[in-house]
């Protein structure tokens, strides 16, 4: 995808995101767009007709139709007629992501995934949830896992950061440590 | 005087007729034959005198080139002396320069044979020292998984969520069991408008 694929992307998403708010369909909107993504992963062939020159737009548009017809809100269905209108159905993936993470802003939440060697007790999972919020601003949506290999500790991966405090990585370093040492 | 030459045995008038005939033959002889046979003894006694004086060049003019030849050959000898004299210093000196290009080419092996062992001794050292480390970590890694109990894996957990906190994103977690931890960004750091 070009710069101007991911420009064309937000500005569709941002012009969708606002027309959701207006009609307070915002969820509506997202769960739809999910399912539409959803639709274009299990049947590729899906977006090779969206994105064929050959195809009319007339047809395409007969094609969502006909798929997504009292499935999605009006105003989803609009939109992806207005992406045929212009060609640009091919971002449609990308439009639902930039949906999801537009609507994260708008009500200020954030994925977080913790990963631990041993399961996290309640209060511990609601312990790192409150400090997240606290530390980001945002409302948190965290989701745990175990992963023995890490040994002991705990990785936490929020936004675009990451919270190493594994013992597998402190190992790891120690490992690295060791290798480095000068032996005469 | 008659009588005398009668007494000779001599007829005076024969003797007269004699004398006559010589003086005649002296006269004519005088102008016909003398001139040219005095003409050409002197040119004979001439053309000895030039072929004698010939010789004497000739003799000198050998005499002169046995000198230049001598002096030639002392010349060739000196020559040929020096020739062999340069020659053999030339030698001399393509042997020193092949005995020190033999000797640095002897230096060099050495010298890489040497860099040679060195490398492959950092190269061993570098692999023990991978293997113990990995080994080291390796049985870290065991024992920390048979010694850790539920009470120190919570109290590890608990350490991180609280450093969380308290560095923001940032600095270094500080982990259990007396190690310590680290803390890295994946990517960029947050910023509130892209999430």
Known sequence: MGGGDSRATRRYARALFQAAINGQQLDAVAENLDAITQATRTSPQLMNVLRHPRITRERKRDLLH??????????????????IEKDRSGVIPNVAEQ??????????EMDAEAISAV???????????????????????????VDDSMLGGLVV???DKLYDGSLATQLQRMEE???????S | MAELLTNFGIEPKFFLTMALGFV???????????????????????????????????????????????QRLAQIEDEARNKIQSAVKEAQAAREELLHKAHDEAQTIVARGQAEIAREREIAMAQMRNQIAQLSTMAAGRIIKKTLDPNAHMSLVDDVIADIGSQNGHSAVRGGAGMSGGLGTAGSSVSGGTV
Do not use: C, W
């Not at chain 1, 006909?66 to 992406?83: A, D, K």
């Not at chain 1, 399961?119 to 989701?143: F, H, M, N, V, W």
């Not at chain 2, 046979?37 to 000739?58: G, S």
């Open chain 1, 177 to 183: 440590q060791l290798r480095q040492v000068k032996v």
């Open chain 2, 24 to 70: 005649l033959l002296f006269l004519i002889l005088k102008k016909f034959a003398f001139g040219p046979i005095f003409n050409m003894l002197q040119a004979r006694q001439d053309k000895i005198r030039h072929d004698l004086d010939d010789a004497e060049a000739r003799r000198n003019e050998m005499v002169r080139l046995q000198k230049e030849y001598e």
């Open chain 1, 99 to 108: 949906f999801r993470e537009l609507l994260d802003e708008y009500r200020r």
């Open chain 1, 157 to 159: 991966r929020v936004g």
């Open chain 1, 66 to 83: 006909h798929i997504f017809e009292g499935r999605v809100q009006p105003v989803v269905e609009n939109f992806l007629f207005l992406l």
């Open chain 1, 119 to 145: 399961p996290l007790t309640d209060s511990q999972t609601q312990a790192l949830r409150a400090q997240l919020e606290t530390t980001t601003g945002y409302k948190i949506r965290l989701e745990t896992r």
